[in-house]
């Protein structure tokens, strides 16, 4: 796939991927980044970037930042070479982004996001809380070595610190006194030693050595002789101060040494988390989503999009091969569109193999092929070459050579650059040697008779790019089952050349390649007219859909909550009969004990007191009872009611064939026995005064569902702030708002406006089932 990669511009997605990468580790796995064949490697590598994503909508990148590469750094610990402070302090930054990680993928399961690739790399990770607290008590964030190392650098520092005050105070004494002889009264530092400015006429009587001079020759740097031997004391503290210094890094570094196994692995993992994170930001960058993958050399690409194309101006387009027919030929003028398809075709297979989301509706399907080939050029120019038809031809010869059954082949403008009919036959020839080996194949070209061969096959499709003759541009909308046109006639006439001239050029062409042409107009009016039909259909058939999980949702959530309620009725009114029963019990117990005693001092009062107590538990539990199924007054139709199980108000519709009542509660009708009704009062209706009262009635039009996807930013808002008008005028409770992944602009503009909006009671990012994190539950007021 060597050549299908640099062709289709692999490489700039993995320079992408590349600069969105933490830290050196992931940059390396990305340099190896590349198809896979391998059905389960192709699996994990796609689960790893969806799941990243999921991990950076919910709760953000994952804390990377200040690792670096320690893998040099752990081989020298591993021979006991001295490590240097920064080494150390890479390995304590490594340590920290470790304990990080562990907190971050905690927060993970708080919120309940799933992500089982994730943990088990942070589960592999291996804290080394003590070596990261060893480094950080002895080196600070700038590399420096702490005073708190060790007790005896500390007593040096201070010993220099007080030598230096004493160098100081000699030489301002000396600079007092002698200021006539220097150039300035500073003191400074050459060779390790403390030195005065002394000017040159006076070096000879100044009395000390002579340690520098300046560039002009004008000041000599000199080492008055009172001060020689409290800098020959400093310079010895220096020593004793490095060799200190060199004793606690040998000891960092043993400490190193022990871990270095651990320390490898998790520089291994970090490398594998940040490789994984990258791709994750680049699917949020290109709002990409996880195709499904096959073995059978099936494509079915949904509003996909060539990544490498501005997103704002890309046009996205539905590809299907491979499965009713296994050749789309794509026909028509040069206008750019047809080698962007193949170039996107070709491109998002190579992403998918590779394990990285691509630009496309979530519900597209992608295959995983043996080879990808790609004969792509610049064939937009007017002349050419048999130069360029050669190198063509030698591509294509190459190609031939190694395509097997589970191959994808581009081919752009087949057969080109020689004679129409010669480049013609043999572009069909070309075709039918692939067809027959089982191969995947789309090619463009500008040739007539591939129009006809794709009629004439079965299991080949003609394809072409929309052009708009009123702007005389192509839409780039790609048109499967219509073949190309020429437009030189319609474009000719638009740009004013005579009616006359195009006559006499209509004439010349033949009466079959007319007729053709007529049939070819006719089919792409026709196809766009069923493209229109089969959009809306689409668009409908979306809102029926998340209609009905809508209403499957709420029913099974009413059924749960219907059964939870009846169960808990159920152990409340068993544990009434138990304390009745017990009741009962224990004054049958009193009255035989009595009776047995023949306590004939028992007062009657006392007795009766008994047994109205038992009356009483009695008559309280058929009152619980009757309290939790009962009518005050003959139920009908329009009524409001109590549903008793849900402790829910609701209006009575109807009265079903098996005796339920339908009843309407909220958005939901709901069928609910008798005896779980409570009437509560007769509906009052509005009457309409006459008097210019407006009455709202409910847009039983509008949908639950609004969806925003591929909208710009500023369009979006205001479609749903009338989606909200409309909404509320129609009484529902509950609504979605689809603004999918992407950049995350969209979700943010979405949440801030309904944060502002005063009828909003709540919302959240969607469920198993409502579109996760890229859609957003609405509960209305």
């Not at 400015?197 to 020759?217: C, I, L």
């Not at 101006?313 to 750019?336: K, S």
């Not at 039918?432 to 191969?439: L, Q």
């Not at 009629?455 to 005389?472: G, K, P, Q, R």
Request: aromatic share 6%; with cysteine.
């Amino acid at each position: 796939m060597k050549q299908a990669i640099q062709i289709l511009e692999f490489n700039k997605i993995k320079q992408t991927v590349d600069s969105l990468c933490a830290c050196s580790l992931g940059q390396k796995r990305v340099e190896y980044l590349s198809p896979s064949i391998d059905e389960k490697q192709v699996e994990y590598s796609l689960n790893q970037s969806d799941e990243a994503l999921k991990i950076i909508l919910a709760l953000g990148e994952a804390p990377l930042g200040g690792v670096t590469d320690i893998t040099e750094a752990i081989k020298r610990a591993k021979i006991s070479a001295m490590l240097s402070a920064q080494e150390l302090l890479g390995i304590s930054r490594l340590l920290y982004a470790v304990s990080q990680l562990k907190t971050f993928s905690e927060r993970l399961n708080e919120i309940k996001v799933d992500a089982p690739i994730f943990s088990s790399q942070v589960n592999s990770l291996v804290s080394l809380n003590s070596l990261q607290t060893a480094i950080n008590d002895c080196i600070d964030e700038t590399g420096y070595i702490l005073d708190s190392a060790s007790s005896e650098l500390r007593s040096i520092r201070r010993s220099i610190q007080s030598t230096e005050a004493r160098i100081k105070e000699k030489l301002n004494h000396v600079v007092s006194e002698r200021r006539n002889k220097l150039t300035n009264g500073i003191v400074t530092i050459r060779n390790e030693r403390y030195v005065v400015p002394v000017r040159a006429e006076a070096k000879n009587t100044f009395g000390g050595t002579v340690h520098d001079q300046s560039s002009s020759g004008n000041t000599y740097f000199i080492e008055p002789k009172e001060v020689v031997d409290l800098n020959n004391k400093l310079q010895e503290y220096h020593v004793e101060e490095r060799r200190e210094i060199e004793r606690i890094l040998r000891a960092l570094t043993e400490e190193v040494k022990k871990f270095v196994d651990a320390l490898a692995v998790n520089v291994e993992v970090l490398g594998e988390i940040d490789f994984m994170f990258a791709k994750g930001k680049y699917a949020r960058l290109i709002n990409g989503t996880r195709p499904k993958m096959n073995t059978k050399g099936i494509i079915r690409l949904v509003a996909a999009r060539h990544p490498l194309i501005d997103q704002k101006v890309v046009v996205p387009n539905d590809i299907e091969l491979g499965d009713e027919y296994t050749t789309i030929v794509i026909t028509g003028p040069n206008t750019g569109g047809k080698t962007v398809t193949l170039k996107t075709v070709g491109l998002l297979t190579l992403m998918a193999q590779a394990g990285l989301l691509i630009p496309a509706h979530e519900t597209s399907q992608l295959a995983i092929f043996d080879h990808v080939f790609a004969d792509i050029g610049d064939e937009q120019s007017i002349e050419q070459s048999l130069s360029t038809f050669s190198s063509h031809m030698t591509n294509i010869v190459r190609i031939m050579e190694r395509l097997t059954v589970n191959s994808l082949i581009l081919f752009d403008e087949l057969g080109a650059g020689t004679d129409p009919k010669e480049g013609a036959s043999l572009a069909i020839s070309i075709l039918d040697y692939v067809k027959v080996r089982g191969a995947r194949t789309i090619a463009t070209s500008h040739y007539p008779e591939l129009k006809a061969y794709a009629y004439e096959n079965d299991d080949v499709i003609n394809a072409s790019v929309e052009f708009n003759i009123e702007t005389l541009s192509p839409t780039y909308r790609l048109l499967v089952g219509v073949p190309g046109r020429s437009n030189a006639f319609e474009i000719s006439k638009r740009l004013g050349l005579k009616e006359a001239i195009l006559t006499t050029a209509r004439a010349y062409v033949e009466t079959e390649r007319t007729e053709m042409t007529d049939l070819i107009t006719k089919l792409e009016d026709r196809g766009l007219e069923l493209d229109h039909e089969i959009q809306l259909l689409q668009k409908q058939n979306q809102e029926v859909e998340a209609m009905r999980l809508d209403y499957e949702r709420k029913i099974a959530k009413f059924e749960a909550e219907r059964e939870r309620v009846l169960e808990d009725i159920k152990k409340e009114a068993f544990e009434n009969i138990r304390q009745a029963k017990e009741e009962a019990e224990q004054i049958v117990a009193d009255l035989r004990q009595a009776k047995k005693m023949a306590d004939l001092s028992i007062k009657d009062h006392e007795l009766t007191e008994k047994l109205t107590s038992l009356k009483k538990s009695e008559a309280k539990q058929a009152e619980q009872f009757k309290r939790k199924a009962r009518n005050k007054a003959p139920l009908k139709a329009g009524d409001e009611v109590m549903v008793l199980s849900l402790n829910r108000q609701g209006e009575l519709i109807e009265k079903t064939k098996n005796g339920d009542w339908m009843v309407q509660l909220g958005m939901m009708k709901v069928n609910i026995k008798e005896e779980d009704l409570e009437y509560l009062r007769q509906s009052v209706k509005k009457k309409d005064s006459g008097k210019g009262k407006m009455i709202h009635k409910r847009n039983t039009n509008v949908g639950i569902q609004l969806d925003l996807r591929g909208e710009r930013y500023e369009d979006a808002m205001l479609r749903l702030d009338k989606y909200m008008d409309e909404v509320l005028l129609a009484g529902y409770q509950t609504v979605t708002i689809i603004h999918g992944h992407g950049t995350g602009a969209l979700r943010q503009g979405v949440h801030k406006y309904l944060k502002k909006n005063k009828h909003v009671a709540s919302f959240r990012f969607g469920g198993a089932g409502e579109g996760g994190t890229g859609a957003t539950v609405v509960e209305l007021k």
